[in-house]
């Protein structure tokens, strides 16, 4: 099918930026509706240049509209700033942040595809996307991973949301999350670390704020 052989040659990070639901959405509006085959900025140029040689279709420049190509990117978490809202594991597509609620979060930086769906939701702006060392661009093989993790992800959440989350290589991520909330012990309400852990979270709160502000004026 036409599609599938489109959507095998997208990166899969189902970031969305092509304007439809994920890679296969895109993949499907290629084959089915002429979709235009340059609305992937992480594909960049040679995603382009496969998909006109796969469609005989003349090569394009990227719509930048829908964003500009980077190097493959991972995002971190500013765990000092984290409070736990879980608010990016719900955005993330392939299930790379493990964390529980009113714990802090953390990445899996191997299961990160890049796609920033994480970042926008957080409220306390704790999360950036830094570059992958050494810098490099997607790859078939990032491709193949990502798809794999989204794909064990769907079948989690067919399943009710409720569901262990299950990961191709990491197994049974709940006995991850269980260990990280074991290791990092939240603070008693009363202590002095629990006191810091507030001022810590009203410090990156008013920060947020202000960036917001900046943001709406400019
Ligand atoms: S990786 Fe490309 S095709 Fe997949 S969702 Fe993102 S922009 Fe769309
Ligand atoms: S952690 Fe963030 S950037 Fe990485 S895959 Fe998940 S949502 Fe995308
Ligand atoms: S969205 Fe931000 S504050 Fe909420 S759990 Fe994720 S990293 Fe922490």
């Known amino acids: 099918m036409l599609a599938q052989r489109i959507n095998a040659l997208l990166p899969q990070t189902q970031c969305t930026k092509c304007g439809y639901q994920g890679c ?12 235009a085959i340059n609305r992937c900025p992480p594909g960049g140029e040679a995603g382009i240049a496969a998909l006109a040689q796969l469609l005989q279709l003349p090569v394009i420049a990227l719509d930048t509209d829908c964003g500009a190509h980077q190097l493959l990117q991972v ?25 529980a609620s009113k714990l802090m ?10 796609c920033d769906l994480c970042v926008a939701p957080c409220p306390v702006d704790c999360i950036s996307m830094v570059p992958v060392i050494p810098q490099r661009s997607w790859t078939s093989q990032d491709a193949a991973r990502a798809r794999a993790y989204f794909e064990a992800r769907q079948r989690r959440l067919a399943k009710g949301p409720e569901s262990l989350r299950q990961s191709p ?17 939240t603070p ?20 947020a704020r202000a960036r917001r502000a900046v943001r709406q004026t400019s």
């Open 75 to 99: 995002a971190v978490i500013d765990e000092q700033f984290c409070i736990g809202c879980t608010l990016c594991i719900q955005a993330c597509p392939v299930d790379a942040i493990i964390g």
């Open 24 to 35: 296969e959405p895109y993949a499907q509006a290629i084959a089915s509706e002429g979709a």
């Open 105 to 114: 979060h953390t990445v899996l930086p191997e299961q990160c595809t890049g």
């Open 169 to 185: 290589e990491f197994g049974d991520s709940a006995a991850v999350i269980a260990h990280h909330s074991t290791t990092h012990d």
């Open 188 to 207: 008693e309400v009363g202590s002095p670390d629990h006191s810091d852990k507030q001022q810590a979270i009203a410090r990156a709160l008013a920060r």
